[in-house]
């Protein structure tokens, strides 16, 4: 009976550390898989996760304000002031692009909290390759 049991206790340790956790919003691709691959396959992540899972496109237009203010300009706002996008879509720091959309945002927060740093370095690269 001991050796079943001790078996069993092996058995479960085991199995579990086997189990990949999966990244939020990356349906055919981990984000593993991408790290190591060029710029542009990690600019598509970026691209298919502010076109997807992140809903990002409702609110912000490549060349034109809608709700917020346009990617080029945040991109262009975020690089010129060498400030740091994956903080600000953590929540861990201030607007800098339109702060009067700032209480708009926060309702978004949510969906990019639970995204990893590289599924929002991906879209912040994405967001960059617009102002080239």
Same mark, same amino acid.
């Given at each position: 009976? $001991? $050796?079943i049991v001790v078996f069993v206790v092996f058995v479960m340790l085991f199995s579990c550390q086997n189990k990949k956790e999966e990244s939020f919003g990356t349906d055919s691709k981990s984000v593993s898989e991408v790290t *190591? *691959?060029?710029v542009e396959a990690k600019i598509k992540l970026g691209e298919e996760l502010f076109n997807g899972v992140g809903l990002c496109h409702t609110c912000? $237009?490549?060349d034109q304000k809608v709700i917020g203010p346009s990617i080029k300009e945040i991109a262009t706002i975020y690089k010129e002031q060498n400030a740091d996008m994956v *903080?600000? %879509?953590r929540e861990n720091a201030k607007p800098i692009v339109d702060p009067t959309q700032y209480e708009v945002m926060k309702t978004n927060f949510a969906v990019? $909290?639970?995204m990893s740093d590289e599924e929002l370095q991906a879209?912040? %690269?994405y967001m960059h390759s617009l102002i080239k």
């Open positions: 009976m $001991k $050796k *190591d *691959d060029s912000h $237009k490549p *903080d600000f %879509l990019t $909290k639970s879209i912040e %690269l």
